[in-house]
């Protein structure tokens, strides 16, 4: 079996992807109002945006225990529940039990 690789999620990717969350949400908002003839287009979108993110914000997402430095992958329920602080989130580590903020890994494809 292949050895999961995971990389650092970087402060400025996350900061980027939030500036192109707004944008496309500006995007659709900005369609609606202008063109409210299509508005099924823009449910569309909304919501395939949405879709969207929840996919990348819950999968392909590892953790990285600050204290034994283990990297260890979390639940969706586990995921949506605690504190989250862009590259770091509350959590308890399922090596060594500590409660931290744990780095937030990717997982490479
Ligand atoms: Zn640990």
């Not at 939030?18 to 659709?28: C, D, F, P, R, S």
């Not at 109002?33 to 449910?43: D, E, K, M």
């Not at 260890?72 to 903020?101: D, P, Y």
Request: include cysteine; hydrophobic fraction near 50%.
């Amino acid at each position: 079996m292949k050895q999961r690789q995971y990389q650092e999620l970087k402060a400025s990717g996350q900061i980027a992807m939030i500036a192109i969350v707004m944008l496309y949400a500006t995007g659709v908002v900005v369609g609606f109002v202008g063109f409210p003839s299509l508005w099924y287009l823009w449910a569309f979108l909304l919501l395939a945006g949405l879709v969207w993110i929840v996919r990348w914000n819950l999968t392909g997402l590892a953790f990285r225990c600050p204290s034994c430095n283990e990297i260890f992958e979390i639940t969706v329920r586990e995921n949506l529940s605690g504190a989250n602080l862009l590259t770091t989130k509350r959590l308890i580590c399922k090596s060594c039990g500590h409660l931290g903020w744990a780095k937030v890994m990717r997982v490479k494809e």
